[in-house]
């Protein structure tokens, strides 16, 4: 059998395994799902792809079954949500196919709309190539670019600015991806892990890890391509993963950067190194004409391409609660709509935590789960979360910097804490890291 068509029989094979096992072990659903009403495909973006034009954002309508995952409510269409007493409504005016709402201390899910249906990613699919390939190297690591490391960078593409035959630093690469998320910068680092298919590879690989089962991994950098696919669920679990690691914390939130430029001769005839200035893309952190920068905001990577439309995934702290939000292809086409459906259900979630009940869970990666099940393990205990590389036990202040060396930014501890369904019984994994010292941002 090829190994594309193992690579989806595998997932498919896990993906119905869990839906059983939740059906079997999840309580009757409470609330019925409202029918969402269609919406159209948003439009274009010049990063985007033209010509894949055959993708599972082609219908507005999400589909009759998706994996249930997390929880049986996780996997119907429509919005989930269970209000307790004094708990606030739902925004009204949210568009995006598909959201969630998570604590991501606890895995909880406090709301979710059409979580787990698979739709085109855009530049989000960047937090899974970064929690892939970011352990692999130094920051200090020097690369020289080949014109071959540039190949097959799509027309169009969202760019930092990488020249051929310049040498560029791995700490600077990775700024490339997360401020400008650089097309040129995913395919330099690319060639370093041993090329695009091997990235794309180890991506899936992880993803599996992740049980990011509704992700499959067509191009590294997140650029439409016909099969390539993620979920709200699965960028939320990406980012939550992601964020155990202090580098990944590090680079999302920082808000600007010096980037090298070309080497050139200065008017003494001396080698000199051009510099120019990156600013993040993402507007809840750096803000913009039509929308304050979010307090509490760190992080986590926005996309945007035909296939997509917007998609955003964000990380916030209010009150030492931190949450996660996915946000996915708004149906409303005003400027910054992504960013302002994100902050309105950040606005939500905060009010309401301790007030809903959750619908679902966050599940844990495969090795958390295996380590839990172990005679003598300490679901509570600290340290690296079943085996996830790079996780760092006392998490530092993702810094928003100015020249991505610090600056003022907001802490956060990422812990897990989710219900696993293993060999037909229900494991609770509580694994979580120490609170550093919070840094608020302040306006």
Same mark, same amino acid.
């Given at each position: 059998?090829?190994?594309?068509?193992?690579?989806?029989?595998?997932?498919?094979?896990?993906?119905?395994?869990?839906?059983?096992?939740?059906? !079997?072990?999840?309580?009757?659903?409470?609330?019925?799902?409202?029918?969402?009403?269609?919406?159209?495909?948003?439009?274009?973006?010049?990063? !985007?792809?033209?010509?894949?034009?055959?993708?599972?954002?082609?219908?507005?309508?999400?589909?009759?079954? +998706?994996?249930?995952?997390?929880?049986?409510?996780?996997?119907? !269409?429509?919005?989930?949500?269970?209000?307790?007493?004094?708990?606030?409504?739902?925004?009204?005016?949210?568009?995006?196919?598909?959201?969630?709402?998570?604590?991501?201390?606890?895995? /909880?899910?406090?709301?979710?709309?059409?979580?787990?249906?698979?739709?085109?990613?855009?530049?989000?699919?960047? +937090?899974?190539?970064?929690?892939?390939?970011?352990?692999?190297?130094?920051?200090?690591?020097?690369?020289?670019?080949?014109?071959?490391?540039?190949? $097959?960078?799509?027309?169009?593409?969202?760019?930092?600015?990488?020249?051929?035959?310049?040498?560029?630093?791995?700490?600077?690469?990775?700024?490339?991806?997360?401020? *400008?998320?650089?097309?040129?910068?995913?395919?330099?680092?690319?060639?370093?892990?041993?090329?695009?298919?091997?990235?794309?590879?180890?991506?899936?690989?992880?993803? @599996?890890?992740?049980?990011?089962?509704?992700?499959?991994?067509?191009?590294?950098?997140? %650029? @439409?391509?016909?099969?390539?696919?993620?979920?709200? %669920?699965?960028?939320?679990?990406?980012?939550?993963?992601?964020?155990?690691?202090?580098?990944?914390?590090?680079?999302?939130?920082?808000?600007?950067?010096?980037?090298?430029?070309?080497?050139?001769?200065?008017?003494?005839?001396?080698?000199?190194?051009?510099?120019?200035?990156?600013?993040?893309?993402?507007?809840?952190?750096?803000?913009?004409?039509?929308?304050?920068?979010?307090?509490?905001?760190?992080?986590?990577?926005?996309?945007?391409?035909?296939?997509?439309?917007?998609?955003?995934?964000?990380?916030?702290?209010?009150?030492? *609660?931190?949450?996660?939000?996915?946000? +996915?292809?708004? /149906?409303?086409?005003?400027?910054?709509?992504?960013?302002?459906?994100?902050?309105?259900?950040?606005?939500? $979630?905060?009010?309401?935590?301790?007030?809903?009940?959750?619908?679902? /869970?966050?599940?844990?990666?495969?090795?958390?789960?295996?380590?839990?099940?172990?005679?003598?393990?300490?679901? $509570?205990?600290?340290?690296?979360?079943?085996?996830?590389?790079?996780?760092? /036990? *006392?998490?530092?202040?993702?810094?928003?910097?100015?020249?991505?060396?610090?600056?003022?930014?907001?802490?956060?501890?990422?812990?897990?804490?989710?219900?696993?369904?293993?060999?037909?019984?229900?494991?609770?994994?509580?694994?979580?890291?120490?609170?550093?010292?919070?840094?608020?941002?302040?306006?």
């Amino acid at each position: 059998m090829p190994a594309p068509l193992k690579q989806t029989a595998r997932r498919t094979l896990l993906v119905t395994s869990a839906t059983l096992a939740s059906l !079997a072990l999840t309580a009757p659903v409470s609330l019925a799902a409202p029918t969402p009403s269609p919406s159209a495909p948003a439009s274009g973006s010049p990063s !985007a792809s033209p010509s894949a034009s055959a993708s599972a954002s082609a219908s507005a309508t999400p589909p009759a079954k +998706m994996s249930s995952l997390g929880g049986v409510r996780l996997g119907q !269409a429509g919005t989930q949500v269970q209000l307790a007493g004094g708990a606030p409504v739902l925004p009204k005016d949210l568009t995006a196919r598909s959201w969630i709402v998570a604590d991501a201390e606890s895995g /909880e899910v406090l709301a979710a709309h059409n979580a787990h249906w698979r739709l085109p990613p855009a530049s989000t699919l960047k +937090m899974l190539f970064a929690d892939t390939v970011l352990p692999k190297f130094p920051k200090a690591t020097q690369y020289k670019v080949r014109t071959e490391d540039l190949e $097959g960078v799509g027309a169009g593409s969202s760019m930092v600015g990488i020249k051929e035959g310049e040498t560029y630093s791995v700490h600077d690469l990775w700024l490339g991806v997360f401020l *400008r998320s650089g097309n040129d910068a995913v395919h330099v680092l690319s060639s370093m892990n041993g090329g695009v298919a091997a990235t794309v590879r180890q991506m899936n690989d992880h993803a @599996d890890e992740l049980q990011a089962l509704d992700t499959d991994v067509v191009s590294p950098d997140g %650029y @439409d391509a016909p099969g390539q696919v993620s979920s709200a %669920y699965d960028l939320t679990l990406i980012a939550r993963s992601g964020l155990q690691k202090q580098d990944f914390r590090e680079y999302c939130s920082t808000l600007t950067a010096k980037f090298p430029g070309a080497t050139t001769k200065n008017k003494k005839g001396r080698t000199v190194r051009e510099t120019f200035e990156i600013q993040n893309t993402n507007r809840l952190l750096t803000g913009d004409y039509d929308i304050t920068q979010y307090q509490g905001i760190a992080g986590v990577k926005n996309g945007n391409t035909t296939n997509a439309g917007a998609t955003f995934t964000g990380v916030a702290e209010q009150g030492g *609660r931190v949450l996660l939000v996915t946000v +996915m292809n708004p /149906e409303k086409d005003d400027h910054n709509e992504v960013y302002k459906e994100t902050a309105a259900l950040f606005d939500w $979630g905060f009010q309401a935590a301790g007030k809903v009940a959750p619908v679902g /869970e966050l599940v844990p990666p495969r090795s958390a789960a295996r380590a839990s099940a172990q005679p003598g393990a300490n679901p $509570g205990g600290g340290g690296e979360a079943g085996g996830v590389g790079n996780v760092s /036990e *006392r998490p530092v202040a993702g810094a928003v910097a100015k020249n991505g060396s610090g600056g003022v930014g907001t802490a956060m501890a990422i812990a897990g804490g989710a219900l696993v369904l293993l060999a037909g019984a229900a494991f609770l994994v509580n694994r979580r890291w120490p609170l550093p010292d919070l840094v608020r941002r302040r306006r």
